[in-house]
């Protein structure tokens, strides 16, 4: 395991926070947990990875991620398994929209009515009995 912590300069996130987890740790995945920091205008990221020699790749991710996102205040705990540059990015913006208490868009199921998925197929749960 590596385990670093880096503290990223970012813009107040406001005082609605609430403690959010998102993922879980499994092959090419990662857990991110989403906690109050202390100082509101950085954000503390820790990360704990299995992958050695990568913290260049995931310095330049959560960089990104810190100009991106009103994140200061915010404290993150970050358990990798793997994940992908882009799996990282996605865990991050889920765990930050939890942490607000709105519902994230990501993964939502389309409005009932809608086009099913874009490969034709639909799941035992989209299928509706016509009478």
Excluded: Y
């Amino acid at each position: 395991m590596e385990r670093f912590e880096i503290t990223l300069p970012a813009q107040p996130a406001g005082a609605a926070r609430q403690t959010a987890l998102t993922g879980v740790v499994s092959s090419g995945n990662l857990e991110v947990l989403v906690e109050a920091g202390a100082n509101p205008s950085a954000c503390t990221i820790e990360v704990n990875t299995s992958a050695h020699g990568f913290r260049d790749i995931w310095e330049a991710v959560l960089s990104d991620f810190a100009e991106r996102h009103p994140a200061g205040g915010l404290r993150i705990a970050i358990n990798d398994a793997g994940a992908t540059p882009a799996v990282v990015s996605l865990r991050l913006a889920q765990a930050f929209e939890d942490s607000t208490g709105e519902a994230s868009s990501v993964g939502a199921r389309p409005p009932e009515g809608d086009a099913p998925p874009p490969s034709g197929r639909m799941s035992r749960s989209d299928r509706r009995v016509e009478k």
